[in-house]
């Protein structure tokens, strides 16, 4: 038997660090790659951990609500594979992560985790010793956020320029998006007519346990067509510009990001395969992510992946904006509220519903021309009739 170590990994582009909330296996358990292993809280979201190897969990390291840096070492998977296949440590070798101290004593840990609630109120309720069962929460089907446990300590004021852990991940991930990233942005209004007609037509049709057809669902499945006719969008770029190593990575397949705003900050889950499935499939998906990523509880694989991501910030957002490039992905597409405006339309003065779309490009990946050929074939398809409701 090979002893293998299991290590923290890197959930997104700028995890430093993670709290064990459970394992999801016992000492002596068998242990299948692909199936889950551990729950992770990042600064983000509770995240599901899958075991990389297949064996019997030997020893755990580490224990729920302690924390660790990525790539310290939290447990040992005794294997099969052969010994050349890895440098295993000693047993005796074998400790808890240096960085992985002991969080402060919780008030009924347990109840607090089955109370809807985001991961850094539960974290700021544990730091406190708050009961979240006691506290009325604002969010959606009352869920408790930040500003709900900080209300109930009483600090009305959260201090000057305090960074809540998702918001301090979202400034460095802003930050090095816009200190290393070329970024241009094209627009152009849509005309959003056809697609309305076409929303209540199809969502007529379907079950009435289906999730409703939103315009996000047409986004989704309009960008996944046009990444398949310009395929030079679905790409990341990956190396030094100025290094001969440098190259433009295609994707396989393609695989969207959905900008979900949070109280404390903002998510991106990851829809993988987009191209495969219809508007009744991918609003179920949709629909599924969203929930889970306002619960804090998305999958490890939600949170990579994507090499476009999509934004839309609804009825009551602006008319138009701009959206920064979530590294390492290639460009987003930022929509802007629907509004009745005023065309020429045949020689006709109408009234039509327009969306502004902001597409922002890395420069690095793609080039003016192609973005605008891009964002009129996009135009073009949201435009049309042409639509695959079901799979």
Known sequence: ???????????????????????????????????PLLELETEKSIVEIEATLSGRLAEILLQPDQE??????????????????????????????????????????????????TPVARRRAAEHNVDLGRISGSGPLGRVQLQDVERALGATDRGAGALSPMRRA?????????????????????????????????????????????VNDFLLQAVARTLLEIPALNATFSGDPSSPDARIVPANGVHLGLVVALDDGLLVPVIHHVERFGLTELAARRADVVERALQGRLKRDELEGATFSISNLGADGPDRFTALINPPQSAILAAGRQRDCVVANNGKIEVRPLCELTLTVDHRVADGRLASSFLARLAQI?????????G
């Open 170 to 214: 979202l400034a460095r991930a802003m930050a090095l998006s816009n200190a290393t990233v070329p970024q241009f942005n094209v627009g152009r209004a849509v005309d959003m007519s056809t697609l309305q007609a076409l929303r209540g037509e199809f969502s007529a049709g379907l079950a009435k346990e289906s999730p409703k057809l939103s």
């Open 68 to 117: 660790a840096k990525v790539g310290d070492r939290v447990a040992w998977v005794e294997t099969d594979e052969p010994e050349s296949a890895v440098t295993p440590a000693p047993a005796s070798q074998a400790s808890a992560p240096k960085s992985a101290p002991t969080r402060p004593a919780r008030a009924d840990v347990q109840s607090n985790q089955r109370i809807r609630s």
């Open 1 to 35: 038997m090979t002893r293998r170590a299991v290590e923290i990994p890197k959930v997104g582009l700028v995890m430093e660090n993670a709290r064990l909330v459970r394992w999801l296996k016992n000492v002596g358990d068998s242990v299948k790659a692909g199936e």
């Open 382 to 390: 949201l435009e049309g009739r042409d639509w695959r409701v079901d």
